[in-house]
């Protein structure tokens, strides 16, 4: 019997959900810093963009407790309507599942807070009801300390969800650099939102290849004086 998980992410087969990106959670997020955090998350929202992923956005009592999307992650699908909730579940909202089911692909990627809460009770309850196999974001998401945030990660792979990073599946989505139509962009998204590797970028592109420099204005240097 052949193995869905052993087919890697193309922009055709997947679908991306982003669960509670909201203040009031990424404040109680102690499992990594939070920044990087929403780098990521963030991040990743771009990369569904150059691909065209369908994506869900869920949010909990955005109003009454837990604040507004960051509008760094909501800037990237204009006009997208927002699924709010009740339940720390967001499979329990039929909106949410109807959604999912709209896109019709069962390979569904997560980038949510909190881990231990509403990824873990998500992704459990998608592939036991609804038969999705569940790619879990774990430098997209976040806990309330790292132990919890690990353990979540642990008992979610026990059950089979496939653990990846923001960048993993950046790249699993280009997969070859001679696809030109999203090279530029993913580029772009790259030396933005990937630290180290976006600089490495920046390097090659300016110092081997004498692309200019990426600001938006030009930058005078005034040449060294030599100490006497």
């Not at 509403?118 to 790292?146: H, P, Q, R, W």
Request: hydrophobic content about 40%; overall charge negative; glycine content about 6%.
């Amino acid at each position: 019997m052949s193995n869905p998980k052993l087919e890697v992410l193309t922009p055709q087969n997947s679908q991306l959900i982003f669960i509670d990106h909201q203040p009031q959670m990424a404040f109680g997020v102690q499992s990594m810093d939070r920044q990087a955090l929403k780098n990521n998350a963030v991040g990743l929202a771009k990369a569904a963009h150059i691909f065209n992923i369908p994506t869900t956005i869920t949010t909990v009592e955005t109003e009454s407790f837990s604040g507004f999307t960051y509008p760094e992650l909501l800037d990237v699908f204009p006009n997208q309507k927002l699924l709010e909730r009740t339940s720390m579940n967001s499979w329990d909202d039929q909106k949410v599942r109807d959604a999912l089911a709209a896109n019709g692909r069962k390979k569904v990627i997560v980038s949510g807070l909190w881990t231990e809460v509403c990824n873990t009770t998500f992704a459990l309850c998608a592939m036991l009801e609804g038969g999705y196999e569940i790619y879990m974001v774990a430098d997209a998401s976040g806990g309330t300390s790292k132990e919890a945030h690990d353990y979540a990660m642990q008992r979610m792979v026990q059950a089979g969800v496939v653990p990846m990073t923001w960048q993993q599946v950046l790249l699993e989505w280009q997969r070859d650099w001679a696809q030109r139509d999203t090279y530029d962009a993913v580029m772009k998204l790259v030396k933005e939102h990937s630290g180290a590797y976006g600089m490495g970028v920046d390097y090659a592109y300016t110092m081997v290849h004498k692309a200019a420099q990426r600001t938006a204005t030009p930058h005078e240097a005034i040449p060294a004086v030599p100490a006497r």
